[in-house]
Every structure is written in structure tokens, then in C-alpha cells.
């Protein structure tokens, strides 16, 4: 089996896992297994999904492979049967996902290109499957999304994409460059949140 296949499925089970704890640690909102089980899969699919419809690539990812409601259903069990331990993991739990959408991102854009979209818009839709599931999740748990907030997070999965597209240019081999480029991801992100790394601010002028 492919190994690139498998880390996908592995990224699976870990946003499912972020998107449960999510809706596990709102207390407030007293949670029953439905909506539990329901947040960790609409962020697990979410920006894969939007990819496939935008190119139009049906059936999408999730209704095609039975193996990713496996993994997202893997990842519920989880949330459920050990959240203490998940939550005292949590460091370990952000570097694995931050490892899922660096996978995310540069599978995205081999997709993307695969359907012969121009670069740019491969890019940005490399972009979309990793953060969009992510986005939804902030959402129903009515939080400001990441992108919306100070860390980089969306611009580390375009640097990311944007190189991964530079080195398939340049004729670097397919493995090394998927290495390269979701490592670059990883990095980027690791080091914003570190460093509290953020882009500029832009600020609406007094009239």
C-alpha cells in the first residue's frame, strides 16, 4: 500500500480526533456521541470535500474510499475512550495534525494538478483541503476560525503548496518532493506558533 496513502489516513484519524475534542471540551453545550461523532467528520472530510467539488471529482474522497470513514471512525473511538489521555497529549495531537495538513496541502495540489487546473488555483485548493474542515469546526463550535487569528496557519499550506509546484517544475522526483514540501509546512508552522510568528496587520485608516 501506498505510504503517502496511508499518512493521509493517519492525518484523517487525527482531525477527526481534533474536531471531537473540540466539541467534547464545550462543556456548556453538553455534547451527546451524535454531534461528538459529527464534528470530528465534518472537519476530517471538510476541505477534502470542497476540493473534489470544485473539480468536480464525484464521486468525492469519502463516498468513494470506505477506508476514510474507517479512519475518521478510528479517531471517534478514540476521542471517546481515552479523551483524558488525548487531552494531556495535546501537544503531541498539534504535532500530528500540523503533520495531517502539511499531507493535506500537497496531496490538495497533486489532485488539483492532476485535474489540469493552472498553479495557482492548485495552490489555493492544496490550501482548502488542509485548513477547510478546520474552519467548519471553529465554526460550529462558534469560535473566530485559525485562519482569522494571529498564527500563521493558512499562509505556512501555501508556501508549502507553492514549492511542492516549484520542485515538480524543476523534474525533483515525486517522493523527495512531497518529503520537502510537507516538511516545509510542518516547519513553518511549528515555528510561528514557537515564535508567535504572524503576519503584518493591516489597519482601516481614519477618514
Not at 473534489?52 to 471529482?57: A, E, F, H, P, V
Amino acid at each position: 500500500m501506498n505510504p503517502f496513502y496511508l499518512l493521509e489516513l493517519a492525518g484523517i484519524t487525527v482531525f477527526a480526533i481534533s474536531g471531537a475534542l473540540a466539541a467534547l471540551e464545550r462543556r456548556e453545550h453538553h455534547h451527546d456521541f451524535f454531534s461528538v461523532f459529527f464534528t470530528g467528520f465534518i472537519t476530517a472530510i471538510g476541505g477534502g470535500t470542497l476540493r473534489d467539488i470544485t473539480l468536480g471529482n464525484y464521486p468525492v474522497s469519502w463516498v468513494r474510499d470506505q477506508n476514510v470513514l474507517w479512519a475518521i471512525f478510528v479517531g471517534f473511538m478514540l476521542t471517546i475512550g481515552i479523551p483524558r489521555l488525548l487531552l494531556k497529549l495535546r501537544k503531541e495531537v498539534f504535532l500530528f495534525d500540523t503533520v495531517g495538513i502539511g499531507i493535506y496541502t500537497i496531496l490538495g495540489t497533486k489532485i488539483s494538478l492532476a485535474q489540469n487546473v493552472n498553479p495557482f488555483a492548485a495552490i489555493i485548493l492544496g490550501m482548502v483541503s488542509a485548513i477547510f474542515g478546520g474552519v467548519i469546526r471553529d465554526t460550529l463550535m462558534n469560535q473566530v476560525p485559525f485562519i482569522f487569528r494571529k498564527e500563521i496557519y493558512a499562509t505556512a499550506c501555501l508556501l508549502g503548496a507553492f514549492v511542492y509546484i516549484s520542485l515538480r517544475a524543476w523534474g525533483i522526483s515525486e517522493g523527495m518532493n512531497a518529503f520537502v514540501s510537507v516538511s516545509l509546512v510542518v516547519l513553518v508552522r511549528i515555528a510561528a506558533v514557537k515564535f508567535k510568528l504572524s503576519l503584518p496587520k493591516i489597519y482601516l485608516p481614519k477618514v
